[in-house]
């Protein structure tokens, strides 16, 4: 992480930069490597003293916390305590959508042994729904002409001439396989 640390109406101090440097480790602690620059202003004026906090994090996401008080401990730490909350909500809003963009919706299938007892779900495998289809009459034709063009591994239709649902398969040796239900 890269830091500029400047001072208003002040001289930075080793102690003070030691101080900077222990909490804005502390921010590195909490939000990881995506801290790419912190921009730190103490300043003084009169018999007051302030310090703003910039954290440039990946993503062009900018967190800024300020404190104000009597020493320079104190301050730090509440500008600091005000960009942690900024980073979890920002942390909070990558997980989500990293949730959401794995979250495909899972079916759990309880299939009845020969007995009649049910097996384990920890033996099933997952089932994930990957898409929804129309699935639209069409000749055997037409179907193979499909799944010719789009390249897929298998075509799910409608036959028009029996309307009954067919699977046609796309096989090694390019060749297509048909599967029938039974009559």
Known sequence: MRLVLT???LE???GLR???ERKLRKLERHLGD???????VCAREKDR???EITVHMRGDHMLAGRGTGDTWQEILSAAVARI???GEKVKGKWRERKRQASGTRVARVMPEAVDGATLPAARLPRIVRVSRAQLKPMSLEAAAQELAETGEPFLVFRNAET???????RRRRGEFGLVEPDR
Not at 34 to 40: E, G, H, Y
Request: charge should be positive.
């Open 18 to 20: 030691t101080l900077v």
């Open 49 to 51: 003293r302030s310090a």
């Open 12 to 14: 930075i101090s080793p």
């Open 84 to 86: 942690e909350k900024q």
């Open 7 to 9: 001072g208003r109406h």
């Open 163 to 169: 309307d009954a649902l067919n699977v046609l398969l």
């Open 34 to 40: 995506t801290i790419v620059s912190a921009q730190v």
